[in-house]
């Protein structure tokens, strides 16, 4: 089934002043009530990925907690592993952190020490950029632990906010806003 970007963007919404005043937040949980839709994203990213990235893909990284659901069903159609980036706190063992400035605040990211060796290429997933802070981090981590960023992949990008310019590496958005 060819990628219907008019349909996925049927199935979002935005919700006004959430988490907070000022912000139009774009709300993807109603692409999960349609397995076929759900299929039709992953398909696509995976398909772009083959396509496009000159390397082979090594580990997929998933922002929290929204890549989280896009992440693990890409590694896999990849043959790959999925590594978690998740908010301080939140993951057990050693872990690699860094601080960054989100749309609306700032916060930590960790992930876990021995989740990306030294020489992985590495795609990094979340479900929307905004101004790049958290996919900057998520890269940071990366780096931090060997590894390269060969390319960002989002679900919706806010282009007016132009987060792309913080990113070290190609970006591929299924949709603009």
């Known amino acids: 089934m060819a990628f219907d970007a008019a349909y996925i963007r049927s199935l ?20 999960f009530q349609s397995p076929a839709a ?25 922002l929290d ?3 989280f659901l896009f992440g693990p069903l890409v ?3 990849l043959g790959v592993a999925f590594a978690p980036v998740r908010k301080q706190g939140k993951l057990p063992g050693n872990t ?13 990211f960790e992930m876990e020490a021995d989740s990306i060796q030294a020489g992985h290429n590495v795609l990094i997933i979340d479900d929307l950029m905004a101004t790049g802070g958290s996919a900057r981090a998520a890269g940071e981590l990366v780096k931090k632990k060997g590894g390269r960023v060969c390319t960002y992949v989002f679900l ?18 299924l949709l603009k806003y």
């Open 65 to 67: 907690a929204r890549g």
């Open 38 to 62: 759900v299929k039709m994203v992953i398909d696509h990213i995976v398909g772009h990925v083959k396509s496009s990235i000159s390397k082979s893909i090594d580990a997929v990284v998933g």
């Open 12 to 31: 979002l919404r935005t919700i006004p002043d959430f988490p907070q005043k000022g912000i139009q937040f774009i709300d993807i949980f109603p692409l």
């Open 96 to 108: 690699v952190q860094v601080s960054y400035a989100k749309e609306y605040g700032e916060d930590i």
């Open 156 to 173: 919706v990008e806010l282009v007016e906010l132009q987060g792309v310019d913080q990113l070290d590496a190609p970006v591929f958005s």
């Open 75 to 77: 590694a896999q159609q």
